[in-house]
């Protein structure tokens, strides 16, 4: 990928990330997320990760994104815009994000390969799909099912949250 | 030329704003939203390191690859989860504000 698409892709989430925090409406903020994600699809795309960039896709601004609008348009997002910010509070937040900032570039800096491009792939007659599914039933089977299991108690737990108390 | 640098440093960007939404913010939709764009700035730095680490055979290393996987279905049933208990949340105490929230405050 050119220079010049990656630093659009990569502008595009970092603003679109930050405007998720920035906004005050919900909705703003969740449409917000969907942009970035979507930039963040196509930076995993231009990393030759085509199966991770289509489900982040599909899973992130598909579905979890439709969540998120559901619960936004369920409750009440009103009140929200009326409540004053306390700014001292605020400053603290954010100064501590900028320290952490500072050093994880600080770190990056001092990494040696940092500095280096990406090594050349060779012309592959498989899909990474292939790649990916080999690896999840082969050397990840354990891992991959304790995964079912952890989604399927996701899923009994929603639904034992979301149901209404009997009185 | 882009660098593996240029990548990690947007990676560090994205979690830097995530972060600052998780401890600025006092809506927890806005927290939650937050934490899935941390959880994306990790999966951003795992996937280049995965393109940057090119295999003999000339093709990534797809360990990173399905990390991310599994990172994506665990961040999916996180914010289930977590969605049911804001609106369960929300049925008790008619508030998604976490300063409203002090029953376990010490």
Same mark, same amino acid.
């Given at each position: 990928?050119?220079?010049?698409?990656?630093?659009?892709?990569?502008?595009?989430?970092?603003?679109?990330?930050?405007?998720?925090?920035?906004?005050?409406?919900?909705?703003?903020?969740?449409?917000?997320?969907?942009? %970035?994600?979507?930039?963040? %699809?196509?930076?995993?795309?231009?990393?030759?990760?085509?199966?991770?960039?289509?489900?982040?896709?599909?899973?992130?601004?598909?579905?979890?994104?439709?969540?998120?609008?559901?619960?936004?348009? #369920?409750?009440?997002?009103?009140?929200?815009?009326?409540?004053?910010?306390?700014? #001292?509070?605020?400053?603290?937040?954010?100064?501590?994000?900028?320290?952490?900032?500072?050093?994880?570039?600080?770190?990056?800096?001092?990494?040696?390969?940092?500095?280096?491009?990406?090594?050349?792939?060779?012309?592959?007659?498989?899909?990474?799909?292939?790649?990916?599914?080999?690896?999840?039933?082969?050397?990840?089977?354990?891992?991959?099912?304790?995964?079912?299991?952890?989604?399927?108690?996701?899923?009994?737990?929603?639904?034992?949250? %979301?149901?209404?108390?009997?009185? | 030329?882009?660098?593996?640098?240029?990548?990690?440093?947007?990676?560090?960007?994205?979690?830097?704003?995530?972060?600052?939404?998780?401890?600025?913010?006092?809506?927890?939709?806005?927290?939650?939203?937050?934490?899935?764009?941390?959880?994306?700035?990790?999966?951003?730095?795992?996937?280049?390191?995965?393109?940057?680490?090119?295999?003999?055979?000339?093709?990534?290393?797809?360990?990173?690859?399905?990390?991310?996987?599994?990172?994506?279905?665990?961040?999916?049933?996180?914010?289930?989860?977590?969605?049911?208990?804001?609106?369960?949340?929300?049925?008790?105490?008619?508030?998604?504000?976490?300063?409203?929230?002090?029953?376990?405050?010490?």
């Amino acid at each position: 990928m050119s220079p010049f698409l990656f630093w659009i892709f990569a502008v595009l989430t970092v603003v679109f990330g930050g405007a998720v925090v920035l906004n005050r409406n919900p909705v703003a903020s969740a449409l917000s997320l969907v942009v %970035s994600f979507l930039g963040l %699809s196509a930076l995993f795309m231009s990393l030759d990760a085509f199966f991770i960039g289509i489900i982040q896709v599909l899973v992130y601004a598909g579905a979890v994104m439709v969540l998120f609008l559901f619960i936004v348009m #369920l409750l009440d997002i009103r009140v929200e815009e009326r409540r004053r910010i306390n700014w #001292l509070a605020a400053a603290g937040g954010v100064g501590v994000a900028v320290i952490l900032l500072i050093q994880i570039y600080v770190v990056i800096g001092h990494f040696q390969s940092a500095r280096r491009t990406f090594p050349p792939l060779a012309a592959s007659t498989t899909d990474d799909v292939w790649h990916i599914g080999r690896l999840l039933f082969s050397n990840y089977n354990l891992p991959f099912q304790i995964i079912g299991v952890l989604v399927l108690v996701a899923t009994i737990g929603v639904v034992l949250l %979301s149901r209404r108390e009997p009185r | 030329m882009i660098t593996l640098g240029d990548y990690l440093v947007v990676s560090a960007i994205l979690f830097t704003i995530g972060f600052a939404g998780v401890m600025v913010r006092r809506n927890l939709i806005i927290i939650l939203m937050s934490l899935e764009l941390m959880l994306n700035a990790a999966n951003l730095s795992l996937v280049a390191f995965s393109r940057f680490r090119v295999g003999a055979n000339g093709l990534p290393d797809y360990n990173a690859q399905v990390f991310v996987f599994f990172v994506i279905t665990v961040a999916a049933a996180e914010v289930a989860v977590g969605l049911a208990l804001l609106v369960a949340l929300y049925r008790a105490r008619q508030t998604t504000d976490v300063a409203d929230i002090t029953s376990l405050k010490f």
